[in-house]
Each structure stands twice: as C-alpha cells, then as structure tokens.
C-alpha cells in the first residue's frame, strides 16, 4: 500500500541553527500537509501544498513540494525553543484519508 | 467553538476490559477518523467514516469497532482491551468546502493504559 516515509526520525539542534526534514512517498500525491504536534500535544495542521513544485513560506518555516509529486521538506531558518515539537507531514490516501509520516522529533537547545 | 472533543482524557484498564472512547466534533464536518499514535510509528489510522451512516477499515482496525452516531459524533470501542491496545487515540474530522476539505482537526487524545 501507500507508504509516506519521513526523515530523520529525531533532530537536535542549537537554538539558532536550521533545521530541516523530510517526506517521500511512493506515489504520486494529490497534495501533501504537514502538521506540529507540541509534547504532550495533538497535531495541527501548518500547511498544504497542492501544485508541483510549489513552496509556501510561513516566517521562518518554508515548506516544499517537489516537482514529481512525490516528496516534500520543511525547512526551519534560526531555531527557536518554540519549535520544539514533533513534525509530520501528511499525503492523500484516498477519498479524504491521510497518510502520516512517523514523524521527525525536534528538540532545541538553549 | 470547541472543535474535536474527546472524552476521557486518560483511561487504565485491565485486560479483557471494554470501554469506548467517545469524538463529537462541532464544525460540521463530513468525515471523522480514530488514529492510534505509539512512540516512533506517527499516526495510524484505525477507522475513518467518510460521510454519517458509513464506516471503513484503516491500516489497523484489528481488535477495535467504531459508530458513527450521527454527522456529529464518532466512537471507538474495545470490546476486549489488551495490552497491546496502549496507546495515544486521537480522534480527527475534516470537510470544510474546497481546497481545505483534506484538513484535519485533531482531539486532545485519550491516553490508554492496558494492564
């Protein structure tokens, strides 16, 4: 079936320092989001990307989509303990289903 | 507006207990689903129901049966809870018109313990 794979599994940063993760499908995808679930937290929604090759910017986040279709990545300029979270980006599995990434865990360090 | 409620917060049972686990969602959304979140495996999704009187199987509906009560409410119940059933359960709805009807909105998650 569709898988969504999602890299690194964990990121420990430098507050300061960029960061960034990853998503692959093995199909092409109508459209990918990518949700922050804070510790303790439930996830919520960030962005979605629809068109191929799109990329959206919100303040230091910038989400890509690739031209195929079939990966995307977030991209975090200057880390800030407010980003510690866990990142998961999401694809299209059918009729308004979703696949989930496992996620990549941010932790950021004073 | 309170979005996805979920009830209870946190829940132990004993092996071979049941329970359910109750969603209401207040936007009026179509579809609903329960995921299960376990450390290092994201989201799986466990059942969804796409529009009020239909259900369908996730990736990991094994051990769990769900009721769509009406468009508002979604429950999940484990007729006999195992250990393996410990999890984080989330349960989301979506629907809104057009490009946003993909977007999901999350419950704060029930946290169960199987003893």
């Known amino acids: 079936g569709q898988q969504v794979m999602q890299i690194p599994q964990y990121q420990h940063v430098q507050e300061g320092e960029d960061f960034t993760t990853y998503c692959n499908s093995s199909?092409?995808?109508?459209?990918i989001q990518w949700y922050k679930q804070r510790p303790g937290g439930h996830p919520v929604f960030l962005i979605q990307l629809v068109k191929s090759g799109e990329v959206k910017k919100q303040k230091r986040l910038t989400f890509q989509f690739g031209e195929a279709k079939k990966n995307s990545s977030l991209h975090i300029t200057a880390t800030q303990t407010t980003d510690v979270g866990t990142y998961f980006c999401a694809g299209g599995g059918g009729y308004n289903k979703l696949i989930f990434g496992a996620g990549t865990r941010l932790a950021v360090h004073p | 507006n309170a979005g996805v409620t979920q009830t209870p917060k946190f829940q132990v049972l004993k092996t071979g207990q049941s329970m359910t686990l109750q969603c209401a969602q207040d936007m009026n959304h179509n579809s609903m689903y329960w995921y299960r979140q376990d450390p290092g495996m994201g989201l799986r999704l466990i059942y969804y129901?796409?529009?009020?009187?239909?259900?369908d199987k996730g990736e990991v509906p094994n051990g769990y049966n769900v009721s769509r009560l009406n468009k508002r409410e979604f429950s999940l119940r484990l007729e006999s809870a195992a250990p393996s059933q410990t999890s984080v359960y989330f349960c989301?709805?979506?629907?809104?018109?057009?490009?946003?009807?993909?977007?999901?909105?999350f419950g704060a998650g029930t946290r169960l313990s199987v003893l």
């Open positions: 989301a709805s979506s629907g809104q018109d057009g490009i946003a009807k993909n977007i999901q909105y």
């Open positions: 129901s796409a529009s009020e009187g239909t259900t």
């Open positions: 199909t092409t995808l109508s459209n």
